[in-house]
Structure formats: structure tokens, C-alpha cells
Antibody, heavy 120, light 112 residues
Framework: QVQLVQSGAEVKKPGASVKVSCKASGYTFTDYYLHWVRQAPGQGLEWMGW????????NLAQSFRGRVTLTRDTSITTAYMELSGLTSDDTALYFC?????????????WGQGTLVTVSS | DIVMTQSPDSLAVSLGERATINCKSS????????????LTWYQQKPGQPPKLLIYWASTRDFGVPDRFSASGSGTDFTLTISSLQAEDVAVYYC?????????FGGGTKVEI
């Protein structure tokens, strides 16, 4: 079955960077876009961007351009989301989610989430 | 960006009663070439990722109980839980994927 397993919680200081991993299994890694969605405490869901694991191409939401880098290592079927210039506003639960059908932009399979806390 | 507005923000429903959640988009989500509404509903319980309930505005995902139904077209959509069960306590989100970036409603918290 499709599984997305994310790395553990992180605590970072303002101005630092964080890199979250998402290990995929149960399907052909390069066949489906992987998206990143974040959720601030007690808040709603915000789409951050997608990664095409086949080509490495990415597309980011405007608000994250210049601060987010999406990469992958196909040899270990793992995707990464790196967020730089952290502020307290970046404290959130970060999810990876597999596109349902190629690149339809809705999501049946989600990682368990990685809590990133930004605190001095 | 398309703005998704859900109402109400929260609602309390007795066990076995009906719950209705509304979602309105700032522009039509109906793609004329395939007559599909690019609208999805998710359920999220505390400490869990969202779970896909409904896609294409009205198609239940695999294993979703038939007490969950959804309807609507264009800009106005509804999710209905026909007979609320204790396990349905959650926050429900609508999401449009008609245009990029995909955007979510603010969520509706369903309580007993």
C-alpha cells in the first residue's frame, strides 16, 4: 500500500533552515507528483508546492518562492522540503502528500506530518 | 487565487442527526470540457493528516461510509453527513484544484 513516512519533529531558531524528508513506498515513486502542505497550529491548510520526482521540476506557491527548495533522491524514493529564513510564522505541521493521479492536485495519500517549531 | 469560504465555522450536531457544511468558491470550479467540478472534501481528526472523503464534488472515495454525501456545482457546494456518528467528530475542509495554487477552505469543526 502507498506509504509516505516523514522525518521527525524539529526545533529551530529564527533565521535557520529546516529540511524535512518524505520517504515514499508502495508505488512507483517517479509516477506521481509529490506536494507539500502546511498547517499552522489550530489553523487551516496551505499548499506550498509540488515536486515532479521524475524530472526534479518544481512549482512553488508565490509566498514560498525564494525560501523553499524541493528536491528528491530517486535511489531511495525520498523527497525533501527545505525552508530557509525561518520565523515564528513558520511554526507549523508540514505534510507531504502524493497527487492522486499524476498531477490532479488533490490528495489521497499523506505523510503523518512533521512539526517544525521556530523559537529563540 | 481562488478563495474558498466555508460555513459555518463550527457546528454541534446530536448523534444520529444530519450535519451540513457549505463551501463557496470565488469562481466557478466547473471545467466545461469534461463537466467536472474540481472540488474535494477532506476530514481531519486531531493529530492526523487530512483524509480524502469526496472528489469531483460528489464521488465518495474508497471505503468512505455512505452517510457522507456531497453535491453542488460551479461555486456552491455542500457536504452532508446524514446520521452523525461519534467517529465523525473532526474538522472538514473543502479544496479546489481547478487552478493553481490549489486552495482550501478555512475548515468546519463538527462536534457532538
Amino acid at each position: 500500500q502507498v506509504q509516505l513516512v516523514q522525518s521527525g519533529a524539529e526545533v529551530k531558531k529564527p533565521g535557520a533552515s529546516v529540511k524535512v524528508s518524505c520517504k515514499a513506498s508502495g508505488y512507483t515513486f517517479t509516477d506521481y507528483y509529490l506536494h507539500w502542505v502546511r498547517q499552522a497550529p489550530g489553523q487551516g491548510l496551505e499548499w506550498m508546492g509540488w515536486l515532479n520526482p521524475n524530472s526534479g521540476a518544481t512549482n512553488l506557491a508565490q509566498s514560498f518562492r525564494g525560501r523553499v527548495t524541493l528536491t528528491r533522491d530517486t535511489s531511495i524514493t525520498t523527497a525533501y522540503m527545505e525552508l530557509s529564513g525561518l520565523t515564528s510564522d513558520d511554526t507549523a505541521l508540514y505534510f507531504c502528500a502524493r497527487d492522486t493521479s499524476g498531477y490532479e492536485y488533490y490528495f489521497r495519500n499523506w505523510g503523518q506530518g512533521t512539526l517544525v517549531t521556530v523559537s529563540s | 487565487d481562488i478563495v474558498m469560504t466555508q460555513s459555518p465555522d463550527s457546528l454541534a450536531v446530536s448523534l444520529g442527526e444530519r450535519a451540513t457544511i457549505n463551501c463557496k468558491s470565488s469562481q466557478s470550479l466547473l471545467y466545461s470540457s469534461n463537466n467536472k467540478n474540481y472540488l474535494t472534501w477532506y476530514q481531519q481528526k486531531p493529530g492526523q493528516p487530512p483524509k480524502l472523503l469526496i472528489y469531483w464534488a460528489s464521488t465518495r472515495d474508497f471505503g468512505v461510509p455512505d452517510r457522507f454525501s456531497a453535491s453542488g456545482s460551479g461555486t456552491d457546494f455542500t457536504l452532508t453527513i446524514s446520521s452523525l456518528q461519534a467517529e465523525d467528530v473532526a474538522v472538514y475542509y473543502c479544496q479546489q484544484h481547478y487552478s493553481i495554487p490549489p486552495t482550501f477552505g478555512g475548515g468546519t469543526k463538527v462536534e457532538i
